[in-house]
């Protein structure tokens, strides 16, 4: 009986599953999602998982899986910029991406080093861009499914051709022209969302090191629960942090990271959980910022991480 009671008031609670919306569902929730009598009404669920064979092993029930790597490619000598319009609308058209349908979006990996959440933040970023707004992201991923009980699935499950927006989203998206025209502006801020190594200059990851001038480095991973990194902490419990790093929400903020995957969940995290109303990713990343202009784009070394 309690599970009929649970079912009911999830469904009832996104009756409205075409509304626009972007951010977070539970585990529970998804799961009544998914389970919807009405085929019609229930999510186009995408499993963005770089690793192939963890599909195989086993997934949310509906789950098609899309692979976040094949958005990308190299472009100009630059590695892992994100593919030519026609190109990414294509795939996602193959994934159902669909204007009119929710879209509950996960992957999996809790503990760092890996980083699959951000797998996850990149699809989301990219399906927003393309002007869909109604996605949920998984909060707590495949590993909160199943340590809630819930049971996977191994079948395959591939989601019939979508319909895409007429038009994008173009206020979420920065490009190094707009990078460059923000950089040293009252009320505007840098955010590096890369470990602070990175930003400080000390890898072995990159052509050039350290970061763009005037950024301050907030890693992404503050913003989730140390258990689960698939888990966002609630704003209340960030709010204070973020303000102390100079995060706030009446500042015009460009997220960036290495490839825009980082940046993406900052980006994600500060518009959609936080509700910060002007928040872009700078989808270039350092990879692109280090190669541009011969090179010679200015960097800076050093720092300490933002409001510790």
Known sequence: MKRHILVLTTLIAFSGIARADIGLITCAEAKALIENPDATKRPIVLDTRGGYKDYFRGHLPTAHHINFDTLRGTDAAVPVQYLPDDLTKALLVRAGVDKDRMHLVYATGDKLPNDEILSTS?????????????????????????????????????????????????????????????????????????????????????????????????????????????????????????????????????????????????????????????????????????????KLLPAETGGEAAGK
């Open 122 to 294: 990149m699809v989301v970023y990219v399906l927003e861009k393309f002007g869909v707004e109604n996605i949920r992201i998984v909060d707590g991923g495949f590993a909160a499914w199943k340590k809630q009980g819930l049971e996977p699935a191994r079948d395959y499950f591939g989601n019939p051709p979508g319909t895409l927006p007429e038009k994008g989203i173009t206020s979420v998206t920065a490009n190094i022209d707009d990078v460059l025209a923000h950089m040293g502006k009252p009320g505007n801020l840098l955010v590096d969302a890369r470990p602070l190594n990175e930003f400080q200059g000390d890898d072995d990851v990159w052509l050039r090191k350290g970061h763009i001038p005037g950024a301050i480095s907030f890693h992404w991973a503050r913003l989730m629960d140390s258990d689960n990194t698939h888990q966002f902490k609630p704003f209340a419990e960030v709010k204070a942090e973020l303000e102390k790093a100079g995060i706030t929400p009446e500042k015009n903020i460009i997220a960036y990271c290495g490839t825009s995957r980082e940046g993406s969940l900052l980006q994600f995290y500060l518009k959609h959980v936080a509700g910060y109303p002007n928040v872009r990713l700078y989808e270039g990343a350092w990879k692109e910022y280090v190669w541009l202009k011969g």
